[in-house]
């Protein structure tokens, strides 16, 4: 129990904090005035904020936070006159403030008063010229007026001042590089690694800001061959060589010390087998194939990288050869000769299955043959490898649509569909199945199914399957249950289509047109027919149901892309480049808001050459 005789004293106590309670919890008039001013500053009101920053800094000039208010605020205007007396005054009662001096000179540069800026560079650098920091402060403000000769010379002072070859090289190889000076640049960066390889990255990351020039690139290469010529043992130098002359474009040079490197490190092939890998990666198929080539004459099969080089051997003929424009049945063929080699020198090995997916591609794509596609991927199906396994099961149903066997391929789509596969591609793999299957629903004439299943299928936005199924679902809603015979012909079109029986499709779509003239799948059902007419190489006639998709459905969605398309047949098919630029011209002068105008303006003036 609290003694009475405390009750007196604990009231009394009591009574006083609530008595200065209020007062403690007021503000200053000079806080309310600091954050009226960080106020005016956050809202991008530098002139308020400026003129209340000085106002407090008058009444409390040794005040750090009032003066940084000053500072930012009168440089954010550029008001330098203004802010140097300020800075002056600062100087005499802080006169070894290394910040508060460099920055004094730069204002005294800023107003025009250059040779004092100098004199107060360099007593600042007097105050302690054995401290890094004094560079570096001094330095960053001559950089920001641009006064970069004399940054380098501050740099190089304190590098002469403090030691060490690489004192200040960040800072130097980056106003070399400003300036100009690339090979200065890069051997700055050079002495860095001659110091420790570990900063290989660093380098490249410092050098990348030099490369993206042809001058840059040739004065870093310039310096880098000569480092790594002086001492061909170092790794690192013909690591960051290689590098620059895969930056510089020359595949010729970076391959030659990917030799080198493979022998100095004594890799096995390892550094040249990367290298033909990075270029594969990276669409140089050419280069690939070369140092591919170089990596087989080499080493047998005794290497454990002898058939992944193999494989990506011949990935890279084949990427070559579909990029050039496939079209050659005999080389084709080749390349399903060299996955086959790879299926039988490791018929349970990890790549196996990836070759049986190329194989099947080919025989399906290039060789005309889906049965001996739908063998190939039964084999597939039949091996450990799961990864090859979801894109082959995607592959089967598509080659079973295109064969005719829809229920089949249904089949074969839910159980893609449903599969609970992982990995990176797995959920892509799987969106894809459900489109497939939503199409057969299409093609088949189930309607509604089809209408579930394309729903579904928009409920993950950022599935790249969304879009596709987003079209479909327009055809239907606007069509099923309105137009269904004419649906119905268009869905059989569309499936003949797919199944590359052009003559069907073209009769089913002219009878989508006479059924439904009016309605929203006719101007689909003339686009369809004339691609299929040009699949049957009738150029003319495609360019004649184009033009007629133009003048029956002028305002339809897809009149713009036909009329595009018709100038694309004119101009490459017909030779005809004066219509052609009459109907570009037609396609500028009808829909100027079309996104194929930029296009259309640049053939026009290709047409006209270049007038």
Known sequence: MTPKSTYPLLVVAAMLSVATAPLRAQPSEEDRRYKLAQGYEESGDWKNAARVYLELHEADPQSNIYFE???????????????????????????????????????????????????????????????????????????????????????????????????????????????????????????????????????????????????????????AKRYADSRPDYVPYMELLSWLYTEAGDDDGAFEVAKQLDEARHANGSNIYSFADRAFRTSRYQTAIRALEYFLAQFNRSNPLYLSALYTYARALDARYHEVGAGDPKQAAELVGRYRTIVAETPNGPLVGEALLQIARLQSNDLGQPEAALATLKELLATRNTSAKAEGLLLEGELLMQTGKLKEAQDVFLQGRDAGSVGRDAERLRDLHALRYAESLFYSGQFQPAVEAFTQLTQNTKSDATNDALDYLLILQENFEKNDEALKLFAEGSYAVLQKHYPQAITAMDAVVAKAPQSTIADDALLIRSRSQESLGDSTGALQTLLQLVARYPDGALADRALFRAAQLTEQALRDPQKAAELYTRLLNDYPRSRWVVQARAKIRALRGGS
Do not use: C
Not at 118 to 134: F, G, H, N, S, V
Not at 150 to 164: D, M, P, W
Not at 209 to 216: K, Q
């Open 69 to 223: 208010g000053v500072r930012r605020t009168l440089m954010a205007m550029l008001q330098f006159k203004e802010l140097l007396p300020i800075v002056a005054q600062r100087t005499e009662s802080h006169p070894n403030d290394i910040d508060i001096r460099a920055l004094h000179a730069q204002l005294l540069h800023r107003t025009g008063q250059r040779d004092q800026a100098r004199i107060e560079w360099a007593k600042t650098l007097d105050l302690r010229p054995q401290d890094p920091m004094t560079y570096l402060v001094v330095g960053q403000s001559q950089t920001d007026v641009r006064e970069f000769a004399l940054a380098v010379a501050t740099y190089k002072q304190g590098r002469e001042a403090i030691g060490g070859t690489s004192t200040f090289a960040d800072q130097l190889a980056e106003l070399f590089g400003i300036t100009g000076r690339f090979e200065d640049a890069a051997q700055e960066y050079l002495q860095l690694l001659a110091e420790n390889p570990a900063r290989l990255s660093m380098v490249m990351g410092g050098l990348s800001t030099i490369t993206s020039t042809p001058e840059g690139v040739r004065g870093a290469i310039t310096v």
